[in-house]
């Protein structure tokens, strides 16, 4: 079966490299076609995608019987077309696992909302503020106590979805050095899931890119 990767540009959309783990995780061939998110051109390359995908959006998979417009749903797709699944067997985990993609999918209830994945690749970065600090420590508080019931090195010590869902936000945070004294496991995680190496990959190619710059972020 021959599949299509509409993609977007490697250092602005996170959501498509969320599908683009997912499917290289699992050894799934694809041909990708990487849509140009950057400014003025977006609206053009998006247009186009619109007229595959009810959505107008990037990630979308094309399959020889259907068309696949969401990056939970190829990640799901992913995970039950590969040669092991990307979610936990034991049914409380992996509902578990899911909660994790979930949340991330509805935005991690806003934390950290104007520390962009384009962000992640400026040369220079801004201090968080007091508020985003406070949201790193919500989410981390939840990834050490995951990581303490199953001892990683992942989230549910095999590698999953949620931990390919959480992975852009990793780069984010990452790149903004957040304080992790009191999260030893998290700081682990963190660097388990950069060290994958289709991560690796992908930054690769988006440390090459043009910075897309965003004036509200930029210091004063």
């Known amino acids: 079966m021959d599949y299509i990767l509409y993609s977007g540009t490697r250092n602005a959309s996170s959501w498509a490299m969320r599908a683009w783990l997912a499917l290289r995780i699992q050894g799934i061939q694809f041909e ?3 849509i140009d998110l950057r400014r003025p051109q977006r609206f053009k390359e998006l247009a186009r995608v619109g007229e595959i995908s009810p959505a107008a959006a990037v990630p979308v998979l094309v399959t020889d019987t259907t068309t696949i417009f969401d990056s939970m749903a190829i990640m799901e797709f992913a995970s039950e077309h590969g040669d092991n ?5 034991d049914a409380h985990s992996r509902a578990r696992a899911r909660s994790f993609v979930a949340w991330q999918h509805a935005g991690l209830s806003n934390i950290c909302p ?3 994945f384009e962000s992640s690749f400026y040369p ?3 201090a968080m503020t007091d508020d985003e600090l406070s949201d790193c420590r919500r989410l981390f508080a ?8 199953h001892g990683g090195p992942y989230l549910f010590e095999e590698l999953t979805l949620a931990d390919l869902a959480l992975a852009p936000t990793v780069i984010r945070l990452a790149a903004h050095k957040p304080e992790f004294a009191e999260w ?7 660097q388990a899931v950069a060290d994958i190496e289709p991560v690796q990959e992908w930054l690769e190619d988006a440390y090459q890119l043009p910075h897309i710059w965003f004036d509200d972020y930029l210091p004063s």
Do not use: K, V, Y
């Open 32 to 34: 990708e076609r990487i």
């Open 85 to 89: 699944p990307l979610l936990p067997a």
């Open 114 to 116: 104007r520390l962009s």
């Open 124 to 126: 220079d970065r801004r």
């Open 142 to 149: 939840a990834l050490e106590a995951e990581l303490e019931i």
């Open 184 to 190: 030893p496991l998290t700081e682990r995680w963190f």
